[in-house]
């Protein structure tokens, strides 16, 4: 089968830096995302990786390792407003997006 | 408008009863989609349709119909609605030309609860 998997719930300080993992089994592999869900909204975009190496945009990082199945999200001088669920998703050799679960930030002052 | 829009946004439904989810996109992107949400899970692809005039099953198709009869206007129709089809419910949309990543942009979603 299918599946990503990344951990459900995170905890971080204000100001401080989170690393969100994302590992995968597909089919295949044509690229990886990352989006940002807060609650009672829609997912918005955040990062696409689809060679390996870190993608920088801002306060906001993506890393993406293919031999490896494996990604994260880094999220550095955490803000208030960073609180909210973060999904990773997989286009396999089909272009299939596969989902995550998602993982729900949660940003302590 | 701006982007793609969903409606209603909330409906409590007796179940054995008819539903049409509405979605509207104003990007002429020739991908759309109805996906699922249910706490716990991914997102559940339900349709897609990659161009208008097309239409295919995503990964829980049953109990679910689209139509794609122009570009904009991608519906969902619960035939016989179910206590199980109480979810939230998003439309997306893409442009999966080759100059684009196939970044997915959403709607604001549909609260749909059956009775």
């Known amino acids: 089968g299918q599946n990503i998997d990344q951990p459900t719930e995170m905890t971080a300080t204000e100001g401080a830096i989170v690393q969100i993992n994302c590992t995968y089994q597909?089919?295949?592999?044509?690229?990886l995302f990352w989006y940002q869900q807060h609650a009672g909204e829609a997912p918005t975009f955040l990062s696409y990786?689809?060679l390996d190496g870190l993608e920088e945009k801002g306060r906001f990082s993506s890393f993406l390792s293919r031999s490896k199945g494996y990604s994260y999200l880094l999220l550095k001088e955490l803000q208030m407003k960073d609180s909210a669920s973060y999904l990773c998703a997989v286009f396999n050799s089909n272009y299939q997006l596969i989902w995550g679960a998602g993982t729900k930030l949660i940003i302590k002052p | 408008i701006a982007g793609i829009t969903q409606a209603p946004t909330s409906q409590i439904l007796a179940a054995g009863r008819r539903m049409t989810l509405r979605c509207t996109q104003d990007?002429?992107?020739?991908?759309m989609y109805w996906y699922r949400q249910d706490l716990g899970l991914g997102l559940r692809l339900i349709h897609y349709?990659?161009?208008?005039?097309?239409?295919g099953k995503g990964e829980v198709p049953d109990g679910y119909s689209v139509s794609r009869a122009n570009t904009d206007d991608f519906p969902l129709t619960l035939a016989s609605a179910v206590p199980s089809q109480t979810s939230v419910y998003f439309c997306?949309?893409?442009?999966?030309?080759?100059?684009?990543?196939?970044?997915?942009?959403f709607g604001e979603g549909s609260r749909l609860t059956v009775l």
């Open positions: 349709s990659n161009t208008a005039g097309t239409t």
């Open positions: 990007m002429r992107h020739n991908a």
């Open positions: 997306a949309s893409s442009d999966s030309s080759s100059e684009n990543t196939g970044e997915l942009f």
């Open positions: 990786n689809v």
């Open positions: 597909t089919s295949g592999f044509n690229g």
